[in-house]
């Protein structure tokens, strides 16, 4: 086998870039040297570098593990743009389509190969797997292997059984975001033979983190937006909140456009392009949206309502001031908003009959046999799926997480896939469809045109685009694009509307679903630890950046001096203990009844008046407490 190619020249060649990042060097070249390795990269740390690199560096074939569709499609686009062979492989892809992925990695085809993890250990995978020349596994989202993580997905458990078909390939894990026991975890259940993790610190020194108490939360975003120039993300809870915030910015003068899971690829590219181009200003979007996207200019992230977990507020806040300029990540609560995360926490955990009663529609809607339907994948509508078998929605959608999580299904991370089509016919077969098949004809040399790489490899392809240039109707491009299918001249696969259901396990009778209900309520425990942490987070007076960081293990941080609390404290010159100290007074004193500041003043000693007018004066700056039209202080609920 020959020695590996340097890192850096191919860096150059294919990135452009004059340098890597830091730690990005140090993690290629622990996998060159066959080392299995733990990458924690905060988000913007360039984790895909650390394994698209090395797999250019090596002969064969480097393996991807992602549980993200858009972002593996992502990735597979934008390394074709470079000039780098890749492809993907995930739900919803019909068989003739992955097998011939999967014969072409067999064949040398690909540097990269992106696997989803459902689909990673099926039968097909496994035999095709043995044939490749695989030079690394690269497991990507890391954190989602281990149950003491945030985003646990069943199927990643299995990924160390790879090590059976490929035992002298290292595994390179990547994550963003991961406690002490969890990068511990990722080790342990991954089989490392050693454990190696490269860690990079989590300080942000250009970014200020601010919690705001705010009732009148979009008044308070449109006087952010105002006074923060540049380009935004603004976070919300639900896709209608996206359409409204968008339009409220909007009829306030600020360029904004909507983002989330449930519009169509095509609305969700050119919302996104938009946005990264500059043409918009400030995208409103639910978490769908940010995984992957490197846009380093983000002036502001706001959230209007707080994540259910530190992990997730960090990652997102994180996607601001890449470009190392300083930067804003403000959120808006209020105490309402911790009554609110705690009750959909409640509701994320339905009962075991519940779960049973969904999983036995999940049979009647699909058709299929006792038994049956191992990798099986289904067009699924919730709302219609809620509504035929009269399931409650929120309800519903909750026992299907937790079905997923139990490992019984999975289901696919985006709502719409574009139509993929690949030609493998020899020239002169095509041209004889061509002669035989005159309409037949105009679409394949659109086709042809449009897509130059389409004899090579699967190409998104726009079915509407195809009818204007062929000077066809929609439906005629699908009926023709469907006979050549069957005619075995390419391979197409139709826009799909809906999410994706796979099963990955047989089906079984509902009485005999078995889930463990201690592991059920250990998991219900945790995830009641993380929305605490995030309320504690939101509620306590302390570095906003110090406490992040003291919970991603890094204790012996500094004040960051320019948070929301760091910069209230040095108006008034006290430490946090101090302040916090004051403001209780404060509030007990208040308690009993509004006063004026003058005769609260009365409830300190002489010498501390200037310390509590300081305390004071900002408190009323942040809005947490008000001066009322009789002159009397309260603090805002």
Request: hydrophobic share 40%; aromatic share 8%.
């Amino acid at each position: 086998m020959q020695q590996p190619l340097e890192p850096l020249p191919i860096l150059q060649q294919y990135w452009g870039y004059d340098a890597f990042r830091p730690m990005q060097e140090d993690i290629i070249r622990s996998v060159l040297d066959g080392r299995d390795t733990l990458a924690l990269l905060p988000t913007g740390g360039g984790k895909s570098i650390c394994f698209q690199v090395p797999a250019l560096c090596c002969e064969g074939l480097c393996i991807v593990v992602s549980p993200l569709i858009a972002l593996m499609k992502d990735q597979v686009q934008n390394l074709q743009k470079r000039g780098i062979p890749a492809a993907a492989i995930f739900s919803g892809m019909n068989r003739r389509e992955i097998d011939i992925l999967f014969e072409n990695a067999c064949n040398g085809a690909y540097k990269l190969l992106y696997l989803s993890p459902e689909r990673l250990l099926t039968e097909l995978a496994r035999v095709r797997i043995q044939r490749m020349n695989v030079s690394l596994l690269a497991v990507d989202e890391a954190h989602c292997v281990s149950q003491w993580g945030y985003d646990f997905r069943p199927p990643y458990l299995r990924i160390p059984e790879l090590r059976e078909i490929l035992p002298d390939v290292p595994i390179l894990a990547l994550t963003a975001t991961a406690t002490a026991e969890v990068l511990e975890d990722i080790q342990e259940k991954l089989a490392f033979r050693k454990k190696h993790v490269f860690r990079q610190s989590f300080v942000r020194s250009n970014l200020s983190y601010s919690v705001l108490y705010e009732n009148k939360k979009r008044d308070k975003l449109l006087d952010i937006l105002k006074n923060v120039p540049g380009s935004g993300i603004v976070y919300v809870r639900s896709r209608g909140e996206t359409k409204e915030i968008s339009h409220f910015l909007q009829q306030n003068k600020i360029n904004a456009g909507y983002y989330h899971a449930g519009l169509s690829s095509e609305e969700r590219n050119t919302t996104q392009a938009a946005w990264i181009s500059g043409k918009t200003r400030i995208i409103v979007c639910t978490n769908a949206f940010g995984m992957g996207i490197d846009k380093p200019d983000v002036r502001i992230v706001v959230h209007l309502n707080l994540p259910d977990s530190l992990e997730a507020y960090f990652q997102e806040a994180g996607r601001a001031g890449r470009d190392g300029l300083k930067s804003y990540a403000t959120l808006l609560y209020t105490p309402a908003d911790a009554d609110s995360l705690r009750f959909h926490l409640q509701a994320a955990f339905p009962s075991i009959e519940m779960l049973a009663r969904v999983y036995q529609a999940l049979g009647s809607y699909t058709q299929l046999a006792i038994g049956a339907g191992l990798g099986e994948t289904f067009d699924f509508d919730l709302p219609f799926f809620c509504s035929t078998y009269k399931l409650e929605l929120a309800q519903t959608h909750a026992a299907l997480k937790l079905l997923e999580q139990d490992g019984w299904i999975a289901l696919s991370d985006t709502s719409t896939t574009m139509a993929r089509a690949q030609v493998t016919a020899s020239r002169e077969a095509i041209y004889d469809y061509q002669l035989r098949n005159p309409q037949a004809d105009a679409v394949i040399k659109v086709l042809l045109r449009a897509y130059p790489g389409i004899n090579s490899h699967f190409s998104d392809i726009s079915e509407s685009m195809l009818a204007q240039y062929a000077k066809l109707p929609v439906e005629n491009i699908r009926q023709v694009l469907q006979n050549a299918n069957k005619e075995e001249l390419l391979v197409y696969e139709p826009q799909k509307d809906k999410p994706q259901l796979t099963f990955t396990h047989e089906r079984v009778a509902a009485e005999n679903l078995l889930i463990d209900h201690q592991k059920l309520a250990w998991r219900k425990q945790r995830a009641v630890e993380r929305v605490e942490r995030a309320i504690h987070y939101a509620e306590t007076r302390q570095c906003r950046s110090q406490l992040l960081l003291a919970y991603f293990d890094e204790p012996e941080s500094r004040r960051c001096g320019i948070c929301d609390v760091c910069t209230g404290r040095n108006k008034s010159d006290l430490d946090t203990d101090a302040f916090e100290a004051y403001e209780r007074k404060i509030r007990e004193v208040l308690r009993k009844e509004p006063l004026p500041p003058e005769e609260l003043m009365k409830a300190f000693a002489l010498k501390r008046h200037e310390l509590v007018a300081k305390v004071l004066g900002y408190l009323l700056d942040e809005k947490k407490l008000v001066l009322r039209k009789d002159g009397t202080l309260r603090f805002v609920e």
